[in-house]
């Protein structure tokens, strides 16, 4: 028996070695990754093209996969002489700052709706194609070329840096699957769609190198995956995908990889036309996160590895750009008392400050807790370039506990007052959190979905989000009820004072009627007998003037005696 149970406790301890030595995490969602960045990829070109008069012609083609309707900000405040052709096939706004040499060209029946207050003459309307190659044909044939065509998911901000836009190589604009981002003349701030979960183990000292693991589920649209490797490390990557999907690797670097799926390899020689292909190397129909990250640490022989990351893109064509981590440095900082939370920079910059009082006069500090039974009050406000002003509509707010089981809740709010002079391009509104008042997370974000609107027209701004740190309130022992009596309860109860009083006393001298004084009992000589007591109202009785034989006895000896005396005193 005793070797059957060492037996077990010896597998016991075999088994939590084994799943010890292969540290896994649990993904969850976050706006941000430190290693893998999701871009989209996009039809472009980018050329050396600049026409006769010294300006740069260049086509912005917006493409919006939600239903809403989008507000962009367009800001060539600093551009080059540009001729600017503006294209979608969805409803969006924008809201331009040009200079006097941008012109802007947008088609007759265009869906974009332009506002601006400077150089409203700079802004043309013509019958012109709106996708792809016959819009590229068509600007070649007006302003003799392109200089680029940039195709952007989501835009939300787009900045000309000052610049030039002209790229070195051929003046033809040949369209094909870029990266937007890589065009250094112009910053653009977009909304992702893609669904990105990330996370990592405690890492130890890699001696051999980064691990990195990326997972596509089985259910994603995406089919080409194109990864730019910005490290220079040695690095080495899991990539697994559903079947018929191609991971396309623009520069390889010091790289070590493994995937189910294809792999397209760059060519080392000059001419970039020449790919190689590297078939798939493993086997992997389950998309769950732990097998995934046991799978990769079998593959290359690790205990551990330095990220995993899981996401569902919404375009069928992605670019993966993996970055070096970037090292938090440690510094000692004042919090300042207003802390904006902006959605990815560079957009249109939104900040939401909360308030303990409904005058707005006493920011709330972000690490300081509110009791859930009180009411807090939030501003707003978004700053655009330029003096355009907007109206900002909140649609709606929602918080997200933080820890390992996440908790969504709707947070129904209500609309404050605010004056256009008070609140220029900004919003008030206040909500409770009595939703979250028996829940035991104390951390949570507070996500509010907004609208910019101008001239009655409004477009999705995005999202802004505030941490906030909840705390129950504390409960007070129950005071007993305290009762306020007024003038007409206290004349009630003299009154019914009183009415008991007659009552008890119609009850004794009823009792006195009919019964009568008990027998054996003489108030009278009672009273009369006890000092102090006043004279009873009952007749005393007469006393008797017949004495009794032994007081006429006594009395006649004495009498008899008396007058013996002077008798004998005579004689």
Known sequence: MEGHVARFALLLCITAAASASHQTCKPEKANKNPWVHVREMAIGCWTSFINKDNAEVHILNLNYVATTDFIFHLNMTSAKPTNLILTSLHTAYSLYNINPDVHIYINNHSKIDLHGNDHKNNIHTQDFPTQGEELVKWASQKFGGVTSFTTVQNLKIISWTGTSGS???????????????????????????????????????????????????????????SIRMDKHDKTSMFLRGPQGTTWNFLNIQHTTFASNNIIILPSMSQDSSVKFTVQPLLTSNNDSAVSVQRAALTHFKASTFTSYTELSPEDSMVLLV?????????????????????????????????????????????????????????????????????????????????????????????????????????????????????????????????KFCYSEKCGDAGRVKRNLEVTQPCLQPPTPPCFDFGLPGVLCIAFGGFL????????????????????GLDI????????????????????????????????????????????????
């Not at 070195?168 to 937007?180: A, F, I, M, Q, T």
């Open 500 to 519: 008991i009083g007659v009552l008890l006393i119609g009850a004794l001298w009823f009792i006195k009627i009919k019964t009568g004084y008990p027998t």
């Open 322 to 450: 993996l970055g070096k981590m970037e090292k938090p440095t440690v510094t000692v900082t004042v919090p300042e008392p207003v802390t904006p939370i902006t959605t990815t920079a560079p957009q249109m910059p939104l900040m939401m400050q909360l308030y303990t009082s409904p005058d707005y006069r006493s920011p709330l500090d972000p690490n300081t807790k509110v009791q859930s039974d009180k009411r807090i009050y939030a501003e707003i406000s978004g700053h655009t370039i330029g003096n355009i002003v907007l109206t900002i509509k909140v649609i709606s707010c929602t918080v997200h506990s933080k820890g390992s089981c996440p908790v969504v809740k709707e947070l129904p709010f209500i609309p404050e007052t605010c004056s256009l002079n008070s609140c220029p391009n900004s919003t008030r509104l206040s909500f409770s959190l009595d939703q979250i008042q028996e829940l035991t997370s104390t951390t949570w974000d507070l996500e509010c979905s907004v």
């Open 167 to 225: 790229k070195p190589g051929s003046h033809s604009c040949v369209l094909k699957n870029e990266d937007p981002f890589e065009k250094h003349f112009i910053k653009i701030g977009a909304e992702t769609w893609a669904s990105i979960k990330s996370c990592s183990p405690q890492p130890e000292n890699l001696s051999a190198g980064e691990i990195h693991i990326i997972n596509i589920p089985e259910n994603a649209n995406v089919r080409n995956i």
């Open 524 to 571: 009278s000589s009672t009273a009369a007998n006890l000092p102090g007591c006043p004279c009873s109202g009952a007749k005393r009785q007469p006393v008797s003037t017949n004495p009794s034989p032994s007081e006429n006895s006594s009395a006649n000896a004495s009498i008899g005696s008396t007058q013996s005396t002077p008798t004998s005193s005579m004689a």
